[in-house]
């Protein structure tokens, strides 16, 4: 079977290796799905890299999430009011937070400037809103009732896709500006702007197919660039005190991210280069895990936990480790310390949640796997789990519940409604999950409608 990352990339289910979470989202416009990498780790460290940029544009940093895209492109976007996606290939290329918070600055300016909302509003083309409507409406579904604004996956294939992402050069001029003076208040450097930026030179020479998707979407020009210079020379470098620990945080985050996307040979060979021992061993872990060098995979991480005896993350990286190995009780002891250390993460809860499950454990899984959900719906694996240890409790109706709600979460609303439908014949009429279910089913049947009227 080879080792466990090459199991893990055949993408044919949500698999969560080496402590990145690979998960599928239906798209809101008719294309392919996007890939998302879910991370407690690395979402944590992104989520301190953006806290001042999104403080200074008015947002909330805990509502906001930056979720990073499987595409080795290099691309930034948002389209919903709760989440700005970052391709992967992104933040590979930068090499500073600095860069990074720029980019979450110009995306957070198109959000605090009201041009997602306009668009949603505004949106021409009778199909693509139906679209887009059909998308929100199931994932407010698979939320639950009284959730709030929810973020859905999008790609950039389609004419219809690329229409919908595609910013007027005044947007784009409106987002650097108000991007600049975020990253003022914030006291970043704003030549990270500039060095984004540079990333992109020469691209507008290229044909459409060949440039990166950044530039399709986000139109440059000479006279854009150029505010942009002025921007960085007349802002020019922060002096906040905190930039040593965004740097650390985004080397942490580019760390995970690497090692997880390159070959184990690339990444033992550049152990040393974020400048970090921590984030150093935390690297050799992964590359040794994927090398089946269970040994020295344990060996590594237990020395970085040593550095740092409190770090969640790390505790959860070693119980994913022993996870794959089949050590399940000792994966799940490891993943209960990293939710001790910090209940209130949804990745976190799932991971224990999943360990107890594989360690015979379904009832207690329950709990954990329930938490999870309710912080973050998005996790399909995590519904999967919560699914498998409502069935092995013998609560049907729940777990046809769940099914329903993790089709939905996807876009097959054909097996969603057969399952919401099972759902509500098993739960309590009026119940909260009754309601969620009907919830579900009726996004189906409405699916349905629309696509008998086509």
């Known amino acids: 079977m080879g080792s466990p990352m090459i ?6 289910t949500l698999t969560r290796v080496a402590s990145i979470l690979i998960v599928s989202l239906a798209l809101a416009l008719p294309a392919r799905a996007v890939t998302l990498l879910r991370d407690a780790d690395m979402e944590y460290a992104l989520a301190q890299v953006a806290a001042p940029v999104l403080k200074a544009a008015g947002l909330s940093a805990s509502r906001t999430k930056i979720l990073v895209v499987d595409d080795s492109s290099l691309n930034a976007f948002v389209i919903s009011n709760d989440a700005i996606y970052i391709h992967s290939g992104l933040i590979s290329r930068m090499d500073r937070a600095a860069m990074l918070q720029a980019v979450i600055a110009h995306e957070a300016a198109h959000i605090a400037n009201g041009h997602i909302t306009r668009r949603m509003t505004n949106i021409g083309n009778a199909r693509t809103a139906a679209g887009l409507g059909q998308a929100l409406a199931i994932l407010a579904a698979a939320a639950g009732a009284g959730e709030g604004a929810v973020a859905i996956g999008i790609g950039t294939q389609s004419a219809a896709e690329r229409a919908f992402l595609r910013h007027t050069r005044a947007e784009e001029s409106s987002a650097d500006q108000s991007g600049a003076r975020y990253l003022r208040s914030a006291g970043i450097d704003v ?47 922060g002096g906040a005190s905190d930039a040593a620990a965004w740097d650390y945080w985004f080397m942490r985050a580019k760390g995970k991210l690497t090692a997880y996307s390159r070959r184990p040979s690339w990444t033992l060979n550049r152990l040393g280069e974020t400048g970090y021992q921590d984030i150093a061993l935390m690297r050799e872990a992964m590359a040794r895990h994927r090398n089946s060098d269970t040994r020295r995979a344990l060996s590594a991480i237990d020395r970085a936990i040593a550095l740092r005896p409190t770090d969640p993350f790390l505790y959860d990286l070693k119980g994913q480790i022993l996870m794959e190995t089949q050590q399940f009780a000792a994966a799940a002891n490891t993943h209960a310390r990293a939710v001790q250390l910090r209940p209130n993460d949804g990745l976190l809860q799932a991971g224990y949640g999943r360990a107890l499950l594989a360690a015979g454990n379904a009832r207690a899984a329950l709990p954990a796997l329930e938490q999870a959900r309710r912080i973050d719906f998005r996790d399909g694996s995590m519904l999967r789990d919560l699914s498998v240890a409502y069935a092995r409790s013998g609560q049907r109706g729940m777990a046809s519940l769940i099914t329903a709600e993790r089709y939905a979460l996807r876009g097959r609303l054909e097996d969603a409604g057969i399952h919401a439908k099972r759902a509500t014949g098993l739960l309590a009429v009026g119940s909260g999950p009754w309601q969620r279910a009907q919830d579900v089913l009726l996004a189906s049947e409405r699916a349905e409608k629309r696509n008998k009227r086509r």
């Not at 199991?7 to 044919?12: L, N, V």
Request: proline share 4%; glycine share 8%; aromatic share 12%.
């Open 7 to 12: 199991r893990a990339m055949t993408f044919h």
């Open 191 to 237: 030549t990270g702007m500039l060095d984004v930026f540079r990333l992109f030179r020469g691209q507008e020479a290229l044909s459409e197919s060949r440039q990166d998707p950044y530039v399709r979407s986000h139109p440059l020009s000479r006279d854009r660039l150029r505010a942009i210079e002025g921007f960085a020379a007349a802002y020019g470098t």
